[in-house]
C-alpha cells in the first residue's frame, strides 16, 4: 500500500504557519499526485502518459 498523504507530508513536517500547509498540501495534490495518479476518464492512464499519447497522435497525422 503507498504511503497517505497524511504519513508523507503533514505528520512528517512541521509547518509554521497555515498558508505553508495550504502551499505544501496544493503542491502533493495538484502537482505530484494528480499528474501521476490513473484517472477513470482518462482510460485509466495518467495524464502524463495521456498527453504523451495525444501529442505522439497529432504527430503522427
Not at 497524511?6 to 505530484?32: D, G, H, P, Q
Not at 499526485?33 to 503522427?60: C, K, M, N, Q
Request: glycine content about 2%; proline content about 5%; some cysteine.
Amino acid at each position: 500500500m503507498p504511503p497517505t498523504l497524511e504519513l508523507e507530508l503533514v505528520y512528517a513536517t512541521c509547518f509554521k504557519t497555515r498558508e505553508e500547509v495550504k502551499r505544501a498540501l496544493f503542491e502533493s495534490m495538484e502537482v505530484f499526485y494528480d499528474r501521476r495518479r490513473r484517472h477513470s476518464s482518462l482510460g485509466y492512464i495518467s495524464p502524463v502518459e495521456f498527453e504523451r499519447v495525444a501529442a505522439t497522435s497529432r504527430l503522427a497525422a
